[in-house]
């Protein structure tokens, strides 16, 4: 762990690793293969050694950004990806076989719900559970149960899993514990601190922050012991214990099924989290006003936020994210007001999928990224068809509310009952 803060940390670890010619940032390396001049050394890196021999498996660029991974979540070692769900992918289908059963949030994003369903056709059972209630999630553990699964705050409907909760269980039944840590980020959350096994991030969220480079990684905290795990195959149970998983996912998730990031995206966003830490200041605390603003409006039924103390886990939050409640909102409007028509209304607010961008967007979620779920799934996640889901962004706050205001005011809804102008 570094002795300096969390950004001047992510700031200087390119140049720390002695980076070519004195740049402060890792290059974009390009190349597809590493030539060496001794055979021996090649062959020691297909065996095993650190090093690079095709691009497929890792470049100069994508380790850079893997380390920097690493230290933000206080792990031992990382493993970048082409995008969030690749990192998934690999994870889910490396390390569980048929048979096998996987306990997950019933509250998870609309895509990685259908990577279950992909899950299921392979033989790989699957348990849908309410994270915040630790009774369901032990009654849901069986013989064959290898890893329980859950989003820190879920997406859109903000319910926060109880994170410490669960990390008992997994330590009690010796299961692989998987966070997603994206809608908070390791600026917010570190789930080290509640037990995890593995981190995953979207790198394509808070972490690249700008909207412009897909990616994903996988974070290995040290905290599981590998040795213990039935499915790690016998070849990648070399030198210690602890790396041991990981060097399957990425022999398999990277080597075999080749979901690299690209040495230009792993750029883009190594280059984005220097101003991480920047950027979630000014995003929690631009969604605590507009959750603030719009909770009791007339215009609005119903608003899901943690940082609220309504929240039903609010106390819950608090204690974990230290007083910061990420950028997501959950936002039902009143009965005749059409959500369709709300949304066009908006002028500063982005009508776009995607969360954790510099940017505030807003969608449908019942009408878009949750569509294919069906009604009875979306009914099970909370997701009603008024619901909006809205990614905070950057902007100066007084614009942002008054987006909204406007917005609601030419759908007919009133101004808020104790007259409150927009400030």
Same mark, same amino acid.
């Given at each position: 762990?570094?002795?300096?803060?969390?950004?001047?940390?992510?700031?200087?670890?390119?140049?720390?690793?002695?980076?070519?010619?004195?740049?402060?940032?890792?290059?974009?390396?390009?190349?597809?293969?590493?030539?060496?001049?001794?055979?021996?050394?090649?062959?020691?890196?297909?065996?095993?050694?650190?090093?690079?021999?095709?691009?497929?498996?890792?470049?100069?660029?994508?380790?850079?950004?893997?380390?920097?991974?690493?230290?933000?979540?206080?792990?031992?070692?990382?493993?970048?990806?082409?995008?969030?769900?690749?990192?998934?992918?690999?994870?889910?289908?490396?390390?569980?076989?048929?048979?096998?059963?996987?306990?997950?949030?019933?509250?998870?994003?609309?895509?990685?719900?259908?990577?279950?369903?992909?899950?299921?056709?392979?033989?790989?059972?699957?348990?849908?559970?309410?994270?915040?209630?630790?009774?369901?999630?032990?009654?849901?553990?069986?013989?064959?149960?290898?890893?329980?699964?859950?989003?820190?705050?879920? =997406?859109?409907?903000?319910?926060?899993?109880?994170?410490?909760?669960?990390?008992?269980?997994?330590?009690?039944?010796?299961?692989?514990?998987?966070?997603? =840590?994206?809608?908070?980020?390791?600026?917010?959350?570190?789930?080290?601190?509640?037990?995890?096994?593995?981190?995953? =991030?979207?790198?394509?969220?808070?972490?690249?922050?700008?909207?412009?480079?897909?990616?994903?990684?996988?974070?290995?905290?040290?905290?599981?012991?590998?040795?213990?795990?039935? =499915?790690?195959?016998?070849?990648?149970?070399?030198?210690?214990?602890?790396?041991?998983?990981?060097?399957?996912?990425?022999?398999?998730?990277?080597?075999?099924?080749?979901?690299?990031?690209?040495?230009?995206?792993?750029?883009?966003?190594?280059?984005?989290?220097?101003?991480?830490?920047?950027?979630?200041?000014?995003?929690?605390?631009?969604?605590?006003?507009?959750?603030?603003?719009?909770?009791?409006?007339?215009?609005?039924?119903?608003?899901?936020?943690?940082?609220?103390?309504?929240?039903?886990?609010?106390?819950?939050?608090?204690?974990?994210?230290?007083?910061?409640?990420?950028?997501?909102?959950?936002?039902?409007?009143?009965?005749?007001?059409?959500?369709?028509?709300?949304?066009?209304?908006?002028?500063?607010?982005?009508?776009?999928?995607?969360?954790?961008?510099?940017?505030?967007?807003?969608?449908?979620?019942?009408?878009?990224?949750?569509?294919?779920?069906?009604?009875?799934?979306?009914?099970?996640?909370?997701?009603?068809?008024?619901?909006?889901?809205?990614?905070?962004?950057?902007?100066?706050?007084?614009?942002?509310?008054?987006?909204?205001?406007?917005?609601?005011?030419?759908?007919?809804?009133?101004?808020?009952?104790?007259?409150?102008?927009?400030?």
């Amino acid at each position: 762990m570094s002795k300096h803060g969390f950004t001047t940390t992510i700031l200087h670890a390119d140049r720390r690793l002695n980076v070519e010619h004195g740049a402060v940032h890792k290059p974009i390396h390009t190349s597809s293969q590493y030539g060496y001049s001794d055979a021996r050394e090649l062959a020691a890196v297909f065996q095993g050694k650190a090093g690079f021999s095709y691009a497929r498996q890792g470049t100069p660029t994508t380790d850079a950004l893997e380390k920097k991974i690493t230290g933000m979540e206080g792990g031992i070692a990382s493993i970048s990806f082409a995008t969030g769900m690749a990192a998934l992918s690999a994870l889910f289908t490396t390390l569980l076989r048929a048979g096998d059963h996987l306990i997950s949030s019933q509250f998870i994003f609309g895509n990685t719900n259908s990577l279950f369903g992909t899950l299921q056709l392979l033989g790989i059972e699957v348990t849908l559970v309410d994270p915040t209630d630790l009774a369901a999630v032990s009654a849901a553990i069986r013989p064959g149960t290898r890893m329980i699964f859950t989003e820190t705050i879920a =997406n859109p409907g903000t319910q926060v899993a109880d994170l410490e909760g669960l990390g008992e269980i997994c330590r009690t039944h010796g299961l692989v514990y998987v966070v997603d =840590n994206t809608v908070t980020s390791p600026c917010l959350f570190l789930p080290r601190a509640v037990g995890a096994t593995l981190v995953m =991030n979207s790198l394509s969220k808070h972490i690249g922050g700008h909207a412009h480079a897909l990616g994903g990684s996988l974070t290995d905290t040290g905290l599981f012991d590998w040795s213990s795990y039935p =499915n790690i195959l016998d070849i990648y149970k070399k030198g210690a214990p602890a790396s041991w998983g990981l060097t399957q996912i990425k022999k398999k998730g990277l080597r075999d099924m080749g979901a690299t990031l690209s040495a230009d995206a792993a750029h883009r966003i190594a280059v984005g989290a220097e101003t991480l830490a920047l950027r979630m200041d000014k995003i929690c605390s631009n969604a605590m006003a507009l959750a603030t603003f719009l909770d009791g409006h007339p215009g609005v039924a119903r608003v899901s936020y943690p940082g609220l103390a309504a929240h039903p886990q609010h106390a819950l939050a608090r204690r974990l994210f230290a007083g910061r409640y990420s950028m997501l909102l959950g936002v039902e409007l009143a009965d005749g007001i059409d959500c369709f028509d709300f949304l066009n209304k908006l002028e500063v607010v982005v009508l776009a999928t995607h969360v954790g961008d510099t940017r505030t967007l807003a969608l449908p979620a019942a009408h878009t990224i949750y569509y294919e779920m069906g009604p009875e799934l979306r009914a099970q996640m909370g997701i009603a068809d008024s619901l909006i889901r809205v990614s905070v962004g950057i902007e100066d706050e007084a614009d942002l509310i008054g987006d909204f205001d406007r917005a609601l005011r030419e759908c007919g809804a009133a101004q808020k009952p104790d007259g409150a102008e927009v400030k």
